[in-house]
Nanobody, 118 residues
Framework: QVQLVESGGGLVQPGGSLSLSCAAS????????MGWYRRAPGKQRELVAR???????NYADSVKGRFTISRANAKNTVYLQMNSLKPEDTAVYYC????????????WGQGTQVTVSS
């Protein structure tokens, strides 16, 4: 069973930046397309960024141009660089396999809270 551990969240002012990391246990990480998801208060979890095993990326319109997803397969880690943060980016952020690529989701980690507020 793969375990996911997200980190890097925090409180930031609008316009600020944060860098999230997600470490996955197991040696099969590099095979999977991965994604960053978020769940805002009162809303469903949504996929905001995804990256294939080869490094091709795709973003939700709400974060395009502001967020950058990357991965280091040798470290079993996926990253999310978030710039120009807005209050509406406030959410708990999670990583998991990219469900839109047809992969069955792994068990969710605890997530990392991102709060954008002045």
């Amino acid at each position: 069973q793969v375990q996911l551990v997200e980190s890097g969240g925090g409180l930031v002012q609008p316009g600020g930046s944060l860098s999230l990391s997600c470490a996955a246990s197991g040696s099969i990480f590099g095979f999977y397309a991965m994604g960053w998801y978020r769940r805002a208060p009162g809303k469903q979890r949504e996929l905001v960024a995804r990256i294939t095993s080869g490094g091709t990326t795709n973003y939700a319109d709400s974060v395009k141009g502001r967020f950058t997803i990357s991965r280091a397969n040798a470290k079993n880690t996926v990253y999310l660089q978030m710039n120009s943060l807005k209050p509406e980016d406030t959410a708990v952020y999670y990583c998991n396999v990219d469900r839109t690529a047809g992969f069955v989701l792994w068990s969710w980690g605890q997530g990392t809270q991102v709060t954008v507020s002045s």
